[in-house]
């Protein structure tokens, strides 16, 4: 089986989360216009695309990005599906079978398809139920990915989903594409940029499913 890459392109006029800094990619030199080589300058948002939050992020005394364990960020993760739902709770989770002693679980909803072909940031995205990341919490699971910009449901009166994951230590994964992956176990690869002291920072994640 092929690396799969389940992060979304960084590239001008990507979704981005409202309030957050649109990515644009400056020209600094250009060969075409005579310059030695090709050379750039980016701006971008810490949670821009594909991303991982550290418990820093919503937590004031928790970890930062570059602090995150190598080791929690590559490894075994567990694949459900849930499907034509608004939100992912803890029955459908629970309904999922996820094996006892999953360490990573990648969460695929209706967001993977579709919700990334659309023009500019959707806010009627699949988020996580409160309740599904105390689910989260108590079975041991220590990353989580989703497949869009946020775990939190969008205008959430309080940030509850953030709070109980990155509270309990827990590192969530946002703005994965994960329509290529069924459900099962993968070999799981995210790696966020290091910045020194981030509230998160933008990823490279690909999976590999084990037969
Ligand atoms: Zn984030």
């Not at 989580?144 to 009166?157: M, N």
């Not at 329509?179 to 099962?184: N, Q, S």
Request: aromatic share 8%.
């Amino acid at each position: 089986m092929e690396w799969i890459d389940l992060s979304v392109p960084l590239k001008t006029g990507m979704h981005t989360y409202p309030g957050d800094i649109p990515f644009e990619m400056k020209p600094l030199l250009r060969i075409a216009h005579g310059k030695v080589c090709n050379l750039s300058a980016l701006q971008l948002g810490t949670h821009a695309g594909t991303h991982v939050d550290p418990p820093w992020h919503f937590v004031e005394d928790g970890i930062r990005v570059d602090e995150l364990p190598l080791d929690l960020l590559i490894g075994k993760a567990y694949v459900v599906s849930v499907r034509s739902a608004p939100a992912v709770t803890a029955d459908s989770l629970a309904a999922a079978d996820v094996p006892e002693g999953t360490e990573r679980l990648l969460i695929q909803t209706d967001n993977s398809f579709g919700v990334w072909d659309k023009t500019g940031f959707q806010p009627d995205f699949v988020y996580l139920a409160p309740e599904a990341a105390e689910w989260i919490v108590q079975k041991g699971i220590r990353l989580v990915g989703i497949d869009y910009l946020s775990i939190e449901q969008f205008r959430a009166p309080q940030p509850l989903a953030h709070r109980t994951l990155l509270g309990a230590g827990v590192i969530v994964v946002e703005g994965l594409n994960l329509r290529a992956l069924e459900p099962g176990w993968v070999r799981f690869i995210c790696l966020p940029l290091r910045i020194e002291g981030g509230d998160g920072a933008p990823a490279r994640a690909v999976a590999r499913r084990i037969e």
